[in-house]
C-alpha cells in the first residue's frame, strides 16, 4: 500500500514538475529582453555545478592522498589544496552574487559581465582539469591491484553497492570506529559522514535560491506577478482576435437581433439553469424585476437586454455576464426574455422602471440612448 | 565519586499520553464531521455552532494543539527526566501544566464553537486564552529549563535541542502573532492591518507546522526511534547540520503562503527561494531517522511500532518535498485555495504526526505498565488502516484539486469561462466524499488503539515511578583540549537557547521589518475608506461565523480570476482591514468583489436558503442572523478600538456612529422590501448584506465593464 501511495505521489509530483516547466516556457517567449539575460542565468547555473564538482573532486583528491604513501603529501600541502579548492569555489559564489550590482549600473557593461562569467567557468574548468590529473597521478603507483579489485566489484555490480556508495555506507561490523561515545539513557551515537550526495543537493538548492531571487529581482529576466498577469491577458487578446477572425455572425449589443423559436428555445434552456434564482421561473421576477410586463429599470429592446445582461448593473445586484456567456448565448436569452412580455405568470412583481412601448427597429437604438438617459437623472 | 539517587516520574506522562489519545480522536472525529458536511450541508444542522465555519477550526485546533500538543508534552516529560538523568524540576509546575493545558483546550473548543475566534489560521484563540497560552508556555519553559539546569548529564542530547528550538519559537511566534487590541472580554482586533497582518500570520501559520508540528516531533523521533530499534543514530553532525540548518531557514519560508497576491513580490521571493534551502534541511531528519534503522530492517518487519516510526519518517519526507515544490509559483498557483493544500498537511499530519505519535504510545503504554502490549496483531491492523486511510485520503484531494483548477482555468475559444463556480463545486464532491470516507477508517485505527492500549493497561500493573541513580555534575568543568567545537553549545543550555532565538529572529525580522516600515510596499489608494459602523458589523458577524475558511478574499493576478471575480486584489485597499481575511481555501468563490454583484435581496435569501439563489450550493443556511439582532451596544468601543489602531474615523465619531448605522440598516430594509422583503432592520443579516455590498467597492478600475459604470454614473 505505501509503495503505490509513495509511486502516485511521486507521480504527481513529476507531473507536476512537467507542467510547471510547461508553463515557464509557455510564459517566456513573450518576456521582455529576456535571451540577452538568460545567458547570464545559464552560465550562473553552471557556475554552481561546476562549484559542486570541484568540491566533490578535492574530496575525492583527498580521500585519494589518504591511501598515497608518499612522504610529500604532508599535511600541510592537504591544507593547502584543501584552501585554494575553497577559496576558489567561495569566489566563484561570491561573484555570482555581487557582480550582478555592477551590472545594474549600466547597460553596456552586459558583455563585460557576461566575460567575466565565462572567465570563471574557464578558471573552475582548468581547476577541474587540475584536480583530475593529480587524482589520477596519485592512483598511478596502485594502479594494477586498484584495476583488479575494479573490475571485480564492476562484475558484481548491484543496486545496494550504488546505494552505499552513495550514501558513503561504512560496514556494520565497523561501526565501533564510528562510536562517538556518547551515551543518553542508553542511546548512543555514531559519527557517520552526511551523505555526499545530501551536502551537493542542498549547495544546489542554496545556488538555485540566489539564482532564483537573482532572475525575479536583479536581472529581472523572469516575470513578476503583474508582469505574468500582462503576458497572460495580452495572449488572451491575441487568441480572441484571431477567434473573431474565424467567426462570422457575431452580434453585440448594438446589431442584436430577435431570434426566431430554436434560438428561443435554446435561450430558454440558458435562462432556467442561470437566471431562474433571481428573476424567476416563468420571468415573474423576485430578487430582480419582472421580466414580462412592459415597465423597464435599464431599457427594453432587445438591444438593452442584451447590453443588460452582457455588462450587468453593479450596483442594482445584476452580474456581468460576459465572462460566462457567448455573445449568442446572451442573443438567445434576450430573445427568450423578450418572448415571455405579456405572459402574465403567476406571483409576477410590481412593476419597476420606465413604461416601454416597443418601437420600431429602426428607431431602437436612438430610443435606448434616452432611456439611458432616463435613467441617469434618477 | 558519589552517586545520588532519584527517581523519574511517570505519572505525569501518563497523564499526558491519555489525554493525547482523548483529544485525538475527539479532533478527529470533528475532521470525519467537517469532512462530511462539506459534501452533505444537511449536516451543518442550521445550528450556529455545528456549522462548518465554527467547526473546522474547531478540529485544526484540537488536532495541532490538543492532540500533537498532548504528544510533545507526554514525549517531553518521559525523556526530558531520561535524557538528564534528573527528575522533572517541579512537579507542581507539571501538573499546573498539564492541568492548565487541558482547561485552554476545552474552553478553546467551547469558545470556537460559540463563535469567538480572531480568525487567525491555528491562532484562532480569543485574547483572554492567548494570555493563558504565554503563561502555561512559560511555566512548561520555566520546569524545562529548572530540569536542564540540575541534570546529571554534562552535554545535551540532539532531542533537547529541538524541545529547546520549539520552546523558545513558539514563544516567539504567539506573542508576535497575538498582538491584538480587545474590545470586549472576548472580541479583539488584531494588531496589524492588511497585508502585514497577512505577513505576520503566515509567519505564525508556517511556523505553527514548523516548531509544533516538526521540530518537537523531530525530538521526539530522537528519542523513541533508537529506543524502540536498539540501534545508535546514525550521525551526529548530520544531527547538528540539519538543526541548525532547518530552525534557521523554516522561518523565512512564510510568505509562500502567499504568493500572487498583494503582499510585496520580493517578500513572496524570499518565500520561494528559502522553502528550497528548507528540502535538506528537512530531509536531514528523515535520514537521520531512516538510517538509524540500518541493521535492524528485519526487526521493523515484526515490530508495529518501528513500522509505524518508518511510514511517520517517510511520510516526513515526502511532505517536506511536496512543501517546497508546492512552493514554486507555477505549482503554488495550482495549489493555493485548493485541495491539494489540504492534501498536503494531512500527509504530514496523518503520515508524521499520527503516525510517530501511535509509534510512541505502543512503545510507552507497555513501558509505563510494565507489561508487554496487549496484542500485536491488533497494532499491525492499525497500522494497515492507518495507512490505507491516509491513502484514501490524499488521493481524491490531490484529484480533486487538480480536477478543479483545469475546470477554472478553462475558457471556450470565444473567451468566456467554461465552467461556473459552481460546475467546480459539484463535480468535486464526490471526492470530498471520498476524503471523509479515508478520514473515517483512519479515525477507526485510532480506535482499535486506544481498545488495544486500554487492554495493556488492564493487564499490567503501572509503575509510578522508576528509581535511578548517578553521580553529580563536577562544578568549574572545562572541555578537554581538542573538543569539537559544538560540544561547548551542547553543554551550554542558556547559550544553546540564546543562539536559537537568534538564528530563528533573523528571517522574521529581514521580512517583517521593511514591509511595516517602507511605505512603497502598500502603497496607498485614496479612494479606501474605513468601513461604516454598520459595515463593521457586518464584517465582525463574517468572522464569527467562520466565513473565511470557505471564502477568499484575495484575487490573484490571473486571467481567469480576474474573469471570474473582478480585478485582481492590490495592496492598499486592505489598510483597515483588523484582522485581514483573505482566506486559505476557496471552497466557496472569492468575495474580494462581492460588493453589488448580487441584490441584497439575492443576499437575504441566499443566507437564509443557499440552495434557493445558487443551485447545488454545498454552503450551510444561516437562519440565526435572522433572528438575532445586532449588538449595537459594541459600536463605540469597536470604533474607539479601530481608531486606536490608526484607522481615520473623526474625532468624537463613537457618539454619531449608531445613528449612521441605523440609517444604513433602514436603507437596506427599505431596500429589501422593494423586493417583497419584510425585516426589521436590527437584524444581524442586515449588516452583514452591508458588509458584502462594500466589498472590494472602493477601488473601481480596469474592470471589464467600466464602461457601463460610468454610463451609470
Not at chain 1, 22 to 43: G, I, N, R, W, Y
Not at chain 1, 215 to 242: D, F, G, K, N, W
Not at chain 2, 152 to 176: D, K, P, Q
Request: glycine residues 6%.
Amino acid at each position: 500500500m505505501q509503495t503505490i501511495k509513495k509511486l502516485s505521489a511521486t507521480f504527481i509530483f513529476i507531473l507536476a514538475s512537467f507542467f510547471a516547466i510547461a508553463e515557464e516556457t509557455v510564459t517566456k517567449p513573450t518576456a521582455q529582453s529576456s535571451s540577452s539575460f538568460d545567458v547570464d542565468t545559464v552560465l550562473v547555473i553552471c557556475i554552481g555545478i561546476l562549484a559542486v564538482v570541484i568540491i566533490s573532486l578535492a574530496n575525492t583528491l583527498l580521500f585519494a592522498m589518504k591511501f598515497h604513501k608518499k612522504p610529500t603529501t604532508s599535511n600541510t600541502t592537504k591544507t593547502l589544496m584543501l584552501i585554494t579548492c575553497v577559496f576558489i569555489s567561495a569566489a566563484t559564489i561570491a561573484q555570482t552574487t555581487d557582480a550582478p550590482a555592477k551590472i545594474e549600473a549600466a547597460v553596456e557593461h552586459v558583455s563585460g559581465f557576461r566575460m567575466l562569467l565565462y572567465a570563471i567557468v574557464i578558471i573552475e574548468l582548468a581547476v577541474i582539469f587540475a584536480l583530475n590529473w593529480m587524482i589520477k597521478l596519485l592512483l598511478k603507483p596502485d594502479a594494477n591491484a586498484a584495476t583488479v579489485l575494479d573490475t571485480k566489484r564492476a562484475s558484481s555490480f548491484n543496486f545496494k553497492k550504488i546505494w552505499n556508495k552513495l550514501n558513503k555506507f561504512k560496514p556494520i561490523e565497523d561501526e565501533a570506529s564510528l562510536d562517538t561515545g556518547h551515551v543518553y539513557d542508553g542511546i548512543r551515537e555514531l559519527n557517520n559522514v552526511t551523505p555526499p550526495w545530501f551536502t551537493i543537493a542542498f549547495l544546489l538548492s542554496i545556488v538555485f535560491a540566489i539564482v532564483y531571487l537573482y532572475r525575479y529581482h536583479v536581472a529581472h529576466s523572469a516575470p513578476l506577478p503583474e508582469q505574468e498577469y500582462a503576458i497572460e491577458m495580452q495572449e488572451a487578446e491575441q487568441q480572441h482576435t484571431a477567434y473573431l477572425k474565424t467567426q462570422k455572425n457575431l452580434v453585440d449589443e448594438n446589431t442584436v437581433t430577435m431570434l426566431g423559436a430554436d434560438g428561443i428555445a435554446a435561450g430558454k434552456v440558458l435562462y432556467q439553469t442561470n437566471c431562474f434564482a433571481c428573476h424567476g421561473k416563468e420571468g415573474q421576477g423576485g430578487v430582480g424585476p419582472n421580466l414580462t410586463d412592459d415597465y423597464w429599470l435599464h431599457g427594453g429592446s432587445i438591444h438593452d437586454v442584451f447590453k443588460s445582461i452582457k455588462y450587468g448593473w453593479k450596483d442594482k445586484g445584476m452580474q456581468s455576464w460576459e465572462s460566462i456567456f457567448s455573445p449568442v448565448q446572451i442573443q438567445q436569452i434576450s430573445s427568450y426574455i423578450k418572448s415571455l412580455r405579456g405572459t402574465k405568470p403567476a406571483g409576477a412583481k410590481e412593476a419597476q422602471g420606465e413604461l416601454y412601448v416597443e418601437a420600431k427597429d429602426t428607431n431602437a437604438s436612438a430610443k435606448d440612448s434616452s432611456a439611458n438617459k432616463q435613467e441617469k437623472t434618477k | 565519586m558519589q552517586l545520588q539517587k532519584f527517581s523519574y516520574d511517570n505519572r505525569i506522562p501518563k497523564m499526558f499520553a491519555i489525554a493525547t489519545m482523548f483529544w485525538g480522536a475527539i479532533g478527529m472525529l470533528v475532521g470525519v464531521l467537517a469532512a462530511f458536511q462539506l459534501a452533505f450541508p444537511a449536516l451543518n444542522f442550521g445550528l450556529p455552532f455545528t456549522t462548518f465555519g465554527r467547526v473546522r477550526p474547531v478540529h485544526t485546533n484540537a488536532v495541532i494543539f490538543a492532540f500533537v500538543g498532548n504528544g510533545i508534552f507526554t514525549a517531553v516529560y518521559y525523556s526530558l527526566p531520561r535524557l538528564l538523568k534528573t527528575s522533572m524540576w517541579s512537579n507542581k509546575l507539571s501538573k499546573i501544566h498539564f492541568w492548565g493545558w487541558q482547561l485552554i483546550i476545552l474552553v478553546g473548543a467551547i469558545t470556537l464553537l460559540m463563535g469567538y475566534t480572531s480568525s487567525k489560521e491555528y491562532a484562532e484563540l480569543e485574547w483572554p486564552l492567548d494570555i493563558a497560552i504565554a503563561i502555561i508556555w512559560v511555566i512548561f519553559g520555566i520546569n524545562m529549563f529548572g530540569t536542564i539546569l540540575t541534570r546529571r548529564e554534562r552535554y545535551l542530547y540532539v532531542a533537547i535541542w529541538f524541545y529547546i528550538g520549539s520552546w523558545v519559537t513558539v514563544a516567539m511566534l504567539h506573542i508576535v502573532n497575538s498582538f491584538e487590541l480587545p474590545v470586549s472580554f472576548f472580541k479583539s482586533y488584531s494588531w496589524y492591518a492588511g497585508v502585514q497582518d497577512a505577513l505576520v500570520q503566515w509567519w505564525y501559520g508556517h511556523n505553527a507546522v514548523a516548531f509544533f508540528l516538526t521540530t518537537p516531533y523531530l525530538g521526539l523521533m530522537y528519542y523513541f526511534l533508537p529506543k524502540a530499534a536498539n540501534r545508535p543514530i546514525y550521525s551526529y553532525r548530520l544531527s547538528i547540520v540539519h538543526f541548525w540548518s532547518l530552525i534557521f531557514l523554516y522561518i523565512w519560508a512564510g510568505p509562500h503562503h502567499l504568493l500572487y497576491t498583494a503582499l510585496p513580490d520580493w517578500a513572496q521571493s524570499l518565500g520561494t527561494a528559502f522553502s528550497i534551502m528548507l528540502l535538506l534541511p528537512s530531509w536531514g531528519g528523515m535520514l537521520n531517522g531512516l538510517f538509524t534503522l540500518r541493521g535492524a530492517w528485519d526487526k521493523v518487519r515484526e515490530e508495529p511500532v518501528l513500522k509505524f516510526f518508518v511510514v511517520a519518517v517517510t511520510c516526513y519526507g515526502m511532505s517536506t518535498f511536496e512543501g517546497p515544490m508546492l512552493s514554486l509559483k507555477n505549482v503554488n498557483a495550482i495549489s493555493h485555495y485548493s485541495d491539494w493544500t489540504i492534501a498536503h498537511v494531512h500527509v504530514g499530519a496523518l503520515g508524521w504526526n499520527g503516525f510517530l505519535t501511535f509509534g510512541m504510545l505502543y512503545w510507552l503504554i507497555p513501558k509505563l505498565f510494565n507489561t508487554k502490549l496487549y496484542s500485536k496483531k491488533l497494532a499491525s491492523t492499525h497500522f494497515w488502516i492507518g495507512t490505507l486511510g491516509i491513502v484514501l485520503y490524499a488521493i481524491p484531494m490531490y484529484w480533486a484539486a487538480f480536477r478543479s483548477y483545469f475546470m477554472m482555468k478553462a475558457f471556450t475559444p470565444a473567451g468566456q469561462l467554461q465552467y461556473q463556480f459552481i460546475d467546480v463545486v459539484q463535480s468535486i464532491v464526490p471526492f470530498y466524499v471520498l476524503r471523509a470516507i479515508g478520514g473515517t477508517i483512519y479515525l477507526t485505527g485510532v480506535l482499535v488503539m486506544v481498545y488495544n492500549l486500554v487492554k495493556t493497561a488492564k493487564q499490567g500493573k503501572f509503575v509510578a515511578t522508576e528509581e535511578a541513580e548517578a553521580p553529580a555534575l563536577e562544578k568549574n568543568y572545562k572541555s578537554p583540549v581538542g573538543s569539537f567545537w559544538h560540544a561547548v553549545i551542547e553543554r551550554k543550555p542558556i547559550m544553546l537557547l540564546t543562539l536559537s532565538l537568534i538564528v530563528v529572529g533573523i528571517g522574521g525580522l529581514v521580512e517583517m521589518v521593511p514591509t511595516f516600515l517602507i511605505k512603497e510596499n502598500v502603497p496607498t489608494i485614496t479612494s479606501v475608506k474605513p468601513y461604516t459602523p454598520l459595515e463593521l458589523q457586518g464584517r465582525d458577524i463574517y468572522i464569527r461565523e467562520g466565513c473565511s475558511n470557505c471564502h477568499s478574499q484575495m484575487i490573484r493576478p490571473f486571467r481567469y480570476e480576474v474573469a471570474r471575480y473582478g480585478e485582481y486584489s492590490k495592496a492598499g485597499e486592505f489598510v483597515y482591514d483588523h484582522p485581514f481575511l483573505w482566506g486559505s481555501k476557496r471552497t466557496g468563490p472569492d468575495l474580494a468583489r462581492e460588493g453589488g454583484k448580487n441584490a441584497d435581496s439575492w443576499h437575504f435569501n441566499h443566507m437564509l436558503e443557499p440552495t434557493s439563489m445558487s443551485p447545488g450550493s454545498i454552503m450551510p443556511a444561516y437562519p440565526w442572523l435572522f433572528e438575532n439582532d445586532v449588538d449595537v451596544a459594541t459600536t463605540n468601543s469597536k470604533i474607539y478600538a479601530m481608531r486606536k489602531m490608526g484607522v481615520p474615523y473623526p474625532d468624537g465619531y463613537e457618539s454619531q456612529a449608531n445613528k449612521d448605522l441605523h440609517e444604513q440598516a433602514n436603507k437596506i430594509a427599505t431596500n429589501l422590501k422593494k423586493d417583497k422583503i419584510q425585516v426589521d432592520s436590527k437584524k444581524e443579516i442586515i449588516a452583514l448584506i452591508a458588509y458584502l455590498q462594500r466589498l472590494g467597492k472602493d477601488i473601481k478600475t480596469g474592470e471589464t465593464s467600466s464602461n457601463n459604470i460610468s454610463a451609470n454614473n
